[in-house]
T-cell receptor, first 112, second 113 residues
């Protein structure tokens, strides 16, 4: 089955710790995106990558970092510099030449 | 600053009634997307609208796009309980070249039996 997987589904961390969220896709899509969703709100773009070894900041990149070493993988690290990291994180991918983004199941991160 | 506004934010409606959700945006765009989200779940794609005047229908939902008015509508016909969810529109600014979506804040729909 082709699709996007995110792991883990739920993640709990103590304040001050860095944490990495996984996003893998086997759709052979070139572009990948990370979004953050807070309760009762829409999604906001954190980082995106249109090709391997290249990525750009989105609207709320502060306190986050990413890498894109492989086409199928786009991990997101939430650093201790992120002031309010507790949120629902969604990864998406898109095929070059197509407009639609496809979303993974999400990871709910709770930092206490 | 690009803004995407949805209204209403909350909608409680009776079964079998009709209603429309509106999505206004503030920049040039020929591409607009509608998604559904169930509580605690990811986004499910409903409609992809890629040109002015585009209209798409699936079951009890119909979406349209007016790029001149910078407005999209999601019309619900004869609502049923299963349509209860949060609906998001997302705009893809034509000039960005990066296909970055800007999401509306969502419309939480509750269909009462």
């Amino acid at each position: 089955d082709g699709g996007i997987t995110q792991s883990p589904k739920y993640l709990f961390r103590k304040e001050g710790q860095n944490v990495t969220l996984s996003c893998e896709q086997n759709l052979n899509h070139d572009a990948m995106y990370w979004y953050r969703q807070d309760p009762g709100q829409g999604l906001r773009l954190i980082y995106y990558s249109q090709i391997v070894n290249d990525f750009q900041k989105g609207d709320i990149a502060e306190g986050y970092s990413v890498s894109r070493e492989k086409k199928e993988s786009f991990p997101l690290t939430v650093t201790s510099a992120q002031k309010n990291p507790t949120a629902f994180y969604l990864c998406a991918s898109r095929q070059t030449g197509q407009y639609e983004q496809y979303f993974g199941p999400g990871t709910r991160l709770t930092v206490t | 600053e690009l803004k995407v506004e949805q209204n209403p934010l909350f909608l409680s409606m009776q079964e079998e009634k009709n209603y429309t959700i509106y999505c206004n945006y503030s920049t040039t765009s020929d591409r607009l997307y509608w998604y559904r989200q169930d509580p605690g779940k990811s986004l499910e794609s409903l409609f992809v609208l890629l040109s002015n005047g585009a209209v798409k229908q699936e079951g009890r939902l119909m979406a349209s796009l007016d790029t001149k008015a910078r407005l999209s509508t999601l019309h619900i016909t004869a609502a049923v309980h299963d349509l209860s969810a949060t609906y998001f529109c997302a705009v893809d600014p034509t000039t960005s070249g990066t296909y970055k979506y800007i999401f509306g804040t969502g419309t939480r729909l509750k269909v009462l039996a």
